[in-house]
């Protein structure tokens, strides 16, 4: 297993971070269990959850993951040194969390007493913001006209986030949390947090995680060069689209018991024609090169540059394995150059 700095932290992690969102709905605790055993058995010492999963979110499943994850580090409290955990708290918008209501400091002094009493640990290695309170071009609002970004009141933004930034630094002070993060955020969101941290004496944040995947390459070349020159890591979601690089939901299939066929709070969104037909085209290359489709479009994130480690998840053990095997594959430069011709014919298909 190789390893990467987490942005400007003093943080090691594995180029491949466990996620977890399918635990409490999909898997159960006996499966978690087994998938963090397993992932810590091959160097991975890097696990991202957030008070919102199991996914999809409901307020049933709500803390769920949390609390099977510490679970689990109360039956192995002799490992959580060896681990850097990532939780996230939830944007506005939830109803069942904190009424639906934005993050704000007094949320997050709250949310992470929460986050650390179902996790069972005293302190969270990487805290997270889930999203950010404006309303981001994420989750398939990143086509022009879908988002009204002079609509957002610039002063009122800067100052809830000033807000934030000096709660997050409470927790750093009080040793609740080591480092701080974002998630589907902007380079706007990057770079004031870091003016803020910069001109408050406030912790900057260390990484950012956001959705990026064959499929989906928004954050290339902008917002990737940014978290480079910037020294914050960037952390991959979602990079086999919602399974769908897997090539399991092609030309409409759906598998009992798989991710689509629950209901999904934003809809099928990835699931378009020209989604499908890249799929197609990428797992055609995949069985041309002898490995699996999700081998190959994990592989394929994994050599980009500025990519500090990828998150994946898995519902079993098979796929589990597979998907940790993609990271010891070596794309030559002939099958960067194919999958290439494929991405520039479907730059955006979703």
């Keep these: 297993m190789q390893f990467s700095r987490l942005g400007s932290s003093e943080l090691e992690v594995s180029r ?3 996620g977890s969102m399918t635990w409490g709905l999909q898997n159960n605790q006996h499966d978690a269990d087994e998938q963090i055993n397993y992932a810590l058995s091959q160097g991975i010492n890097f696990i991202d959850t957030a008070e919102l999963y199991a996914v999809p979110p409901s307020a049933q499943t709500y803390g769920k993951t949390e609390a099977i994850i510490g679970n689990w580090l109360a039956r192995h409290r002799e490992k959580r040194e060896q681990l850097v955990l ?14 639906g209501a934005p993050i704000c400091g007094q949320s ?27 309303t981001s071009p994420h989750f398939a609002k990143h086509w022009p006209g879908m988002v009204t970004f002079s609509d957002v009141d610039k002063a009122e933004e800067v100052e809830s986030m000033l807000d934030i930034l000096q709660a997050l630094q409470t927790c750093i002070v009080q040793g609740k949390i ?7 955020d902007t380079t706007w969101g990057i770079n004031t947090y870091l003016r803020l941290s910069t001109e408050h004496n406030l912790a900057k944040p260390v990484a950012i995680q956001n959705e990026f995947n064959l499929l989906h390459t928004k954050d290339w070349p902008y917002l990737v060069e940014n978290c480079v020159h910037e020294d914050i890591a960037y952390l991959p979601w979602s990079p086999l689209a919602a399974g769908s690089l897997t090539g399991k939901y092609v030309d409409g299939a759906r598998p009992e018991g798989s991710r689509w066929t629950y209901m999904q709070r934003n809809g099928l969104f990835r699931d378009t024609p020209q989604a499908n037909q890249a799929v197609k ?70």
């Design 86 to 99: 990532a939780t996230k708290i939830s944007g506005r918008g939830v109803s069942w969390i904190r009424d």
């Design 178 to 184: 080591r480092h701080w993060g974002l998630s589907d």
């Design 16 to 18: 491949v971070c466990l």
């Design 281 to 350: 085209e990428y797992t055609s290359l995949a069985k041309h090169y002898g490995v699996t489709p999700a081998q190959l479009a994990l592989a394929w994130v994994n050599q980009v540059d500025g990519v500090t480690s990828t998150i994946i998840g898995a519902t079993t053990m098979c796929q589990l394995k597979e998907n940790i095997h993609a990271f010891d594959l070596h794309l030559t430069e002939a099958q960067l150059n194919d999958i290439g011709a494929v991405l520039q014919r479907f730059p955006s298909p979703y």
């Design 108 to 134: 997050i002094i709250q949310a992470v007493d929460d986050s650390l009493s179902r996790l069972n640990t005293d302190y969270i290695d990487l805290y997270q913001l889930h999203w950010p309170n404006r």
